[in-house]
């Protein structure tokens, strides 16, 4: 069955501090998808990114990075020069092949970046 | 490009009353989801319709909640009666497709129903 421990409930730092939100998976399958969302206090969720089993390049987007190992089963996300607009709740997902495209959510990290 | 949309916003009902939720997907999407996000937790799948037929309902209450996609564009999520661990957002969600290249599509959601249950 699939899971996804995101094990930082709560993290908090001060603006232009990096932070690494971690994030491990479980899956049986070899193809599969991994996602990060975004929650800001609105409550909206606002996709980040995916990456799919087969691509372990790691992924730069702005003051965003994300670092996919799967020798490890993780998928972690990096946040640079952290602003207070970074704010929210992060959740990373995982969708199996062979469960079509529902995704699996992490139980989430709350960020809060203060001035 | 307009987004999910969802309402209503907010909701307050009474337990053992009943309730029902409106979405529209994003134009041309095939497959539409709903998920309960119970607070402090991450979003657990109820429905997953592709086009207007059910493709994953393990895990929704069916003694108590209803969905459906009449036209295979916008959906209904229906609770009745309501008890008082339905507490939750609500949320719409929306992909192109689901089976072959659209398995791993991004999910895009609206911004969600917050139900209260008193």
């Known amino acids: 069955a699939q899971k996804v421990t995101q094990a930082q409930t709560e993290i908090s730092v001060v603006e232009k501090e990096d932070v690494t939100l971690d994030c491990v998976y479980e899956?049986?399958?070899?193809?599969?998808?991994l996602f990060w969302y975004k929650q800001p206090p609105s409550g909206e969720l606002v996709f980040l990114i995916r990456?799919?089993?087969?691509?372990?390049q790691n992924e730069i987007s702005g003051r965003y990075s994300w670092n996919f190992q799967k020798s490890t089963s993780s998928f972690n996300f990096t946040i640079t020069a952290s602003q207070v607009v970074d704010s929210a709740v992060y959740f990373c997902?995982?969708?199996?092949?062979?469960?079509?495209?529902?995704?699996?959510f992490g139980e989430g990290t709350q960020l809060t970046v203060n001035p | 490009e307009a987004g999910v949309a969802q309402s209503p916003r907010y909701k307050i009902i009474e337990k053992r009353q009943s309730v029902a939720f409106w979405c529209n997907p994003i134009s041309g999407h095939a497959t539409l989801y709903w998920y309960q996000q119970i607070l402090g937790q991450g979003p657990k799948l109820l429905i997953q319709?592709?086009?207007?037929?059910?493709?994953?309902d393990s895990q929704l209450p069916k003694d108590r909640f209803s969905a459906e996609r009449l036209k295979g564009v916008d959906s209904t999520l229906k609770i009745q009666p309501a008890k008082l661990e339905d507490s939750a957002v609500y949320l719409c969600?929306?992909?192109?497709?689901?089976?072959?290249?659209?398995?791993?599509?991004?999910?895009?959601f609206g911004d969600g129903t917050r139900l209260s249950i008193l």
């Open positions: 899956t049986r399958d070899t193809t599969y998808y």
């Open positions: 997902a995982l969708s199996e092949e062979t469960s079509g495209s529902r995704l699996t």
């Open positions: 969600a929306s992909s192109l497709g689901q089976a072959g290249p659209g398995v791993g599509q991004p999910q895009h």
């Open positions: 990456r799919n089993s087969f691509d372990e």
């Open positions: 319709f592709q086009n207007n037929g059910v493709v994953d």
